[in-house]
């Protein structure tokens, strides 16, 4: 187990996997999060509710937009406990408390075909009052579906 | 009525907004397709399984990603069978069968709250393989909930 | 003329037009930022040395991006200091300082021909810590080239 | 060297980063495409003319929009060729010329300081009319300046 400054990280990103899990849209997609050593991933398994097009059975755009949206905004808010100073640790509270998406871009690289998509986030910039972070999403074979870039304020 | 060539526009778009609206994942959010005149809008209301933040009572990001790159979709259709030339109907059809989102961009404007929401789009661009297309998401009061702009290939 | 508290606003926008045309890659651009009454628009004459393609003789996208991400920065400028509450001037002045682009989009819809290139833009959200700007840049006949959308943070 | 049917690759690339070197936007940005084996970069040195901002001495953000929009699309073209097949080769250069960019996103990373900056890029998606690109701009001690990605037509 880390720890950074009186931080468990470890039982922070529970706590934020687990937060994420109870929202209700979220919910509502069946979509999960889960920890992964202290790498947070987005699981959601293929379903009738999510198809967009019922001809070509591929997942709806708006799964994809929703679990990249997600999984980038998690592991922002990890990042920001995980380069938190002890000192300083109210304010982490804030800025993930506040933690909002100004933009994203989604690009659609393959059609939504597998019986589970995973996301996976990185976080390219980290600033005073906002952050940046592309994410991915995989069917259950490793093809890439479609990959996003948010920027998040805070 | 209008009719361009063989095409009855009316209930073409009519058709369009019956095919979104059997989607299951749009069904699923409860999302409907309008039609207004000649203008389709697509319209969801408020619920609670929409909500992304509880403490703060608003929609989730991804209904918004939903509506917009639906609505945008769906105008771009509209828009290639009002362009139709009668004697290459065939090729509208084709286009509009395989027309699929490339790639959106999304800016959050302002929070999602609002009892209804509100798509709209137009179209800024049409080529022969792909267009552009304008979206907007405003709630029952007419505030400007969130923009989208999307390339779609046909 | 117009005060804001303490602020002659057309003198603010006369100073800020005047900082971004000895900007030296905007000067190396031949670019120009101008006041028409309260509105900048920013201008640049099309020139041998702004072409891509020179068997089609038509302006780089890069010229085009360069023009939106600039005029998208000068208004949200301009629009904090016709914001700026004159107890808190200090702090626009900050902020103007600061404003830097975050991410922008930029669609290419018409091919970038014409002998002149006009820039506009119209502030979509201003945050507390950043804002959202939509851009055009039309031809001299009126033609959209164009079209961006920013954000800003500051 | 590998041919890739008929076709030189090797020989195509120079080709084609001769035919960028001497596009009149390009040159007077002083930019230039570079062929490291079958991989081609960007490069552009600092220079007074290209700086954005006085006071920080830093490249001006269109200066990272036009190496961006350039090396994606460059690498779009060779990847174009590297696939190509022997009995379609006249459709593959009717491709590279038509090849345009649709729209592209940016995300400024880091200030844009440096001596030089080096732009790369990979295909993400290559389908029947159009293609995906993410693109990279480092500084000379390599650090992430900006990051990019677009959708070409062709």
Known sequence: MTTTGVIKIDV???????????SPFFHHLNMKMVLDGQDIKCIVDMDDSLIGNVAFQILHGGVAATLLDSIGGIVAMGELYKRADKDHIADTVKKVTRLATVDMRIDYIAPGRGRQFIGSAE???MGRKGCTTRMNMHNDEGKLIATGIASYAY
């Open 12 to 22: 922070v990103l529970q706590q934020l996997c687990r937060a994420f899990n109870t």
């Open 123 to 125: 976080v390219l910039r």
